[in-house]
């Protein structure tokens, strides 16, 4: 019978926002028991986006399907705890700024004594050991400073701005993915965890595909793959620069050459680029342009407007992109669905599946990952170290 891929691993998971959780919820969606430990004040992405039954679609995306512990790591007995929960897992994920798990006693240094085959992730803006490894990064800041902003800007000839997707956050916790992995394999073959020290200024450089633009000097780069106006009040993007549009429109739909003999470059390239304009908004129908474009070969996508419908096309029911859950006051929402389909795995999240209160698991989890008694929550109740809502 098939089985989730990572059953039976055991993840501690300290990070909160998006770099990380991402990371984290992937593996419980590949069968981890993920454990996150979330400070008093809660992650804040709670409180983001729209908000029902107390949790955020944002946290609940991220975070549903973990089991949720809440600590103080402040207060009497939490470093301890700690330490006997890093001692029984296989995975353990922070992102906080360098230094801050050393500071309470549950870094690198104090958890590998503990637990010599663990393997941790630290995902943070520029490393542990950079001179910028203190300042605070999130990813609209490594945009900016990787360049990613600017040459936007540039290519849309508009106003600089973060571009809406938490790119930075998102890979790092990708690459993350592909590191623990990495990890687990080494600790098969020798027995030894090790620390990941997982910077994303390096990840968005390391993704980017466009690197070798500003390696080189040659920048920049002709605009490509235009959005067009196109029949029935739509818009459409096709891949593609202008110049191989136009050879394509020209030598195998009839398109005439508008320019005049002689025209310098830029006449020639607005006459041309008004021309295909024309052609295109020349179509009977929207379906009729498609028709025309994959009969050339052309590879276009249709420009949605953001919000519920894009989740109405064709293929996503098809793929299982969402999947509908119940909060904890039995609403139905929707989410994400993990996006990995395997010939004999599982994967994924069912309709059972949802996001857990702080502290939810606070008597369940230690029961099953250290065994505690009840007396032995109790005092750690008493004493601050935890906390349920």
Known sequence: ??????????????????AGPYATRML??????????EPPEGDVTRKLAKRESGVSGNYLQLNIGKRNICVDLKADGARELIHSLAAEADIVVENFRP??????????AELSKVNPRLVMLSISGY????????????????????????????MSGGHPTDIQFAMADSY???????????????????????????????????ADDYAHFALDDIWPKAPETLVWEAPGNRQILITGDMKWLWIMFSTKDGLDDP????ADIPTKVRLRKEAMEQHIMAHDSFDALTATLDRLNLAWGEVHPFGPDIYEQTSIEALGTIVDVTDDDGNARRTVQSPYRFSKSKSGIDSS?????????????????????????SALAESKALISE
Do not use: C
């Open 1 to 18: 019978m098939a089985d989730f891929p990572l059953a039976g691993l055991k993840v501690l998971d300290f990070s909160r926002v998006v």
């Open 28 to 37: 419980s969606d590949l069968g981890a028991d993920v454990l996150k430990v």
């Open 99 to 108: 230094g801050v798990m050393d500071k309470f006693g549950v870094g690198w």
């Open 127 to 154: 490393g542990q050991t950079s001179p910028e490894r203190g300042r605070a990064a999130y990813a609209p800041v490594l945009h900016a400073e990787s360049g990613l902003i600017a040459r936007q800007a540039e």
């Open 172 to 206: 790092s916790s990708l690459h993350g993915i592909i590191a623990i992995l990495s990890a687990l394999r080494v600790l098969d073959q020798t027995g030894e965890g090790q620390h990941i020290d997982l910077a994303m200024l390096n990840v968005l450089h390391s």
């Open 259 to 262: 320019t005049p003999e002689g």
């Open 353 to 377: 599946a949802r996001t857990a209160k702080r502290g939810e698991h606070n008597v369940a989890a230690l029961q099953d990952w250290l065994d505690m008694d009840e007396s032995e929550i």
